[in-house]
């Protein structure tokens, strides 16, 4: 499972004053991270706000997503961070294994699984094998991805 940020993750940010839209390049490395383990998304990314997962998954399709969005994290109590919200989103459901693609570390315990991000650059070549490697370990001795 990959917890997916969006803002300086797929949409780089470049400008304090004006968010960029997804960028391709940053999306067709998500593609090889999924492609390489089989593995879904759930959207934990503010983006999720008022959209259905059928409209985040039409919106990253757009943009050359050939990948599954499976849900979005629910959102948290006010205060919450975005840790909070995926420990919530796993302990409803069974997850064999699972990383955060993020340019923040608001993940809180969960920082092991989080592959950071720079939020000028997005995802990145680079950051690929990294995400992988934490997908292929696996959770509670089950099989990885």
């Not at 961070?81 to 993020?102: M, P, Q, S």
């Not at 340019?103 to 592959?115: A, I, P, Q």
């Not at 070549?125 to 990885?144: F, H, K, S, Y």
Request: charged residues 25%.
């Amino acid at each position: 499972m990959i917890f997916l940020d969006i803002d300086g993750v797929l949409a780089p940010i470049r400008r304090s004053d004006r968010y960029e839209d997804l960028d391709p390049a940053c999306v067709q490395v998500l593609n090889e991270i999924v492609a390489r383990c089989s593995a879904d998304v759930v959207v934990s990314s503010t983006w999720r706000y008022g959209k259905s997962v059928a409209e985040l998954q039409a919106m990253l399709d757009a943009k050359g997503f050939a990948g599954r969005v499976l849900d979005k994290t629910p959102t948290g109590p006010p205060g919450a961070d975005r840790g909070e919200e995926i420990a919530a989103w796993l302990a409803a459901h069974d997850v064999v294994g699972y990383v955060i693609i993020d340019d923040h570390v608001d993940v809180g315990e969960r920082r092991t699984h989080l592959v950071q991000t720079h939020p000028a650059h997005g995802l990145q070549p680079a950051d690929a094998p990294r995400a992988i490697a934490v997908l292929m370990r696996p959770l509670n001795g089950g099989p990885p991805c």
